[in-house]
């Protein structure tokens, strides 16, 4: 790839993340400018939870699961990272230790901006800065609404709304179920869930009776409006 070509890649991956979506053209060619191409084989470690958190890394190709080891030495995976994810920012704003392990299911491309030159940029250009302030906040609300559906909400509905997320625009396709391809197994979504596996498949199962999605051996068929409906199944 020409570095012409790679710049324009790294700038549409950055134009969708999270963290550099609201910066302006300037900020976001200067961030993109200072970042460098990764490539990584499938099973292999990006970082370990409790390593210093050197780099930030934005996913072009690939998937990545992001897990917490407990104190059983169990997995809890919480984020399956693809195409335009940021993975390790968190360390990379705060300078403390990786919060969780980072490791490619499938081989990997990403790009990577360290630590020491982020922090140049952020302190030399102001609308950097603010976007940080806002991604922040936007983060630990995401975290409270995860909390809440955790604590409050049945695994039926837990799932319905996990399985929209993942349609995510393509929930509004009027009139046809919508295939949608996991790309993990059914352990894994338990583990995001933070349930067995068990429970996980009931939940499938009911809103498999309910009309709601259709499984296959290697996808999930969804009709979105049901979707909708199981995932409100417990509002007020």
């Known amino acids: 790839m020409s570095t012409t070509a790679g710049h324009e890649t790294i700038t549409g991956l950055l134009a969708g993340a999270d963290l550099f979506k609201d910066l302006g053209a300037d900020d976001q060619?200067?961030?993109?400018?200072?970042?460098?191409?990764?490539?990584?084989?499938?099973?292999?470690?990006l970082f370990t939870q409790g390593d210093v958190g050197t780099r930030l890394y934005l996913m072009a190709k690939g998937q990545v699961r992001l897990a917490i080891a407990s104190k059983s030495r169990r997995g809890l995976s919480f984020q399956i990272a693809v195409a335009g994810d940021l993975i390790g920012e968190i360390a990379v704003l705060d300078g403390g230790p990786r919060s969780a392990t980072a490791t490619a299911l499938t081989p990997v491309t990403a790009y990577a901006l360290?630590?020491?030159?982020?922090?140049?940029?952020?302190?030399?250009?102001?609308?950097?800065?603010?976007?940080i302030i806002a991604f922040l906040c936007r983060r630990l609300r995401k975290a409270s609404d995860r909390l809440e559906a955790t604590a409050l909400y049945p695994m039926e509905v837990r799932v319905a709304r996990f399985l929209l997320a993942a349609l995510g625009d393509r929930r509004a396709l009027p009139g046809r179920r919508v295939p949608l391809e996991l790309g993990f197994s059914q352990g894994e979504l338990a583990l995001?869930?933070?349930?067995?596996?068990?429970k996980v498949n009931a939940a499938l199962g009911a809103l498999e009776n309910a009309g709601a999605i259709h499984r296959t051996s290697d996808?999930?068929?969804?009709?979105p409006a049901?979707?909708?409906l199981a995932a409100q199944k417990n509002d007020d």
């Open 192 to 198: 995001l869930l933070g349930a067995s596996r068990p």
């Open 114 to 131: 360290e630590r020491t030159v982020f922090e140049e940029l952020w302190s030399a250009r102001p609308g950097i800065a603010k976007a």
């Open 29 to 45: 060619a200067a961030c993109a400018a200072k970042m460098r191409e990764l490539r990584f084989e499938k099973g292999q470690i």
């Open 226 to 228: 049901k979707l909708i």
């Open 219 to 223: 996808r999930i068929f969804c009709e």
